[in-house]
Nanobody, 126 residues
């Protein structure tokens, strides 16, 4: 069955770094765009980054552009999110998601994704 497993979350001081990993199985990974979302308590789930099936096109939430880098390795069915210069506003549960298509169409809309991981918690203390 389709499965996404995130790892790498944790607690870090403001200004620090974390690397999140998402491992996929049960579907043709290199046929789909992939994305990272996050959700803080009391807030809507928001798209953080999206990478198309060949890594040719990448989109970022304005608030993380220049600090976060998304990448994927289709040979290993994995996607990474490198997070640097973390801020307290970055604290949230982070989810990886599989887009219905190969491209990041309407990438910030959760309804465009057919599979979600269980999430990994990121907590940034100031």
């Amino acid at each position: 069955q389709v499965q996404l497993v995130e790892s790498g979350g944790g607690s870090v001081q403001a200004g620090g770094s974390l690397i999140l990993s998402c491992t996929a199985s049960g579907f043709q990974f290199d046929d789909h765009a992939m994305a990272w979302f996050r959700q803080a308590p009391g807030k809507d789930r928001e798209g953080v980054a999206c990478i198309n099936y060949r890594s040719a096109t990448i989109f970022y939430l304005d608030a993380v552009r220049g600090r976060f880098t998304v990448s994927r390795d289709n040979s290993k069915n994995t996607m990474l999110l490198q997070m640097r210069r973390l801020k307290s506003d970055d604290s949230a549960m982070y989810y990886c998601a599989t887009h219905k298509t190969s491209y990041c169409v309407d990438w910030g809309r959760p309804s465009e994704y057919f599979s979600w991981g269980q999430g990994t918690q990121v907590t940034v203390s100031s």
